[in-house]
């Protein structure tokens, strides 16, 4: 069973930065899709930022120009650089990661990591 490791949640002030990580146990390349969502209060979740294998990277229209999404093939980490925060940024956020095999399609996703934008 692959789990999903998540760190680097926290307080922060409006405008500062986070940098949320996530290290799967198993290797980046078994994956074929990798990311980030997030769910505030009483809202469903949603797509933040993911890597596709030789495909695109894609973001939320929200967040562009001021979250990357990165990988590290030396450390086998999934990052989220998160710069000028904003109070509605403030959510759960979940590394989600998928594989394909055989035909089927699994997904894994990470416990969470409370990210909270003070006034």
């Known amino acids: 069973q692959v789990r999903l490791v998540e760190s680097g949640g926290g307080l922060v002030e409006i405008g500062g930065s986070l940098r949320l990580s996530c290290a799967p146990t198993?290797?980046?390349?078994?994956?074929?899709?990798m990311g980030w969502y997030r769910q505030a209060p009483g809202k469903q979740r949603e797509l933040v930022a993911e890597l596709t294998d030789g495909g695109p990277t894609n973001y939320a229209d929200s967040i562009k120009g001021r979250f990357t999404i990165s990988r590290n093939n030396a450390k086998n980490t999934l990052s989220l650089q998160m710069n000028s925060l904003k109070p509605e940024d403030t959510a759960v956020y979940y590394c989600h990661a998928d594989q394909r095999l055989s035909g089927a399609q699994y997904d894994y996703w990470g416990q969470g990591t409370q990210v909270t934008v003070s006034l």
């Open positions: 198993a290797s980046l390349f078994s994956f074929n899709t």
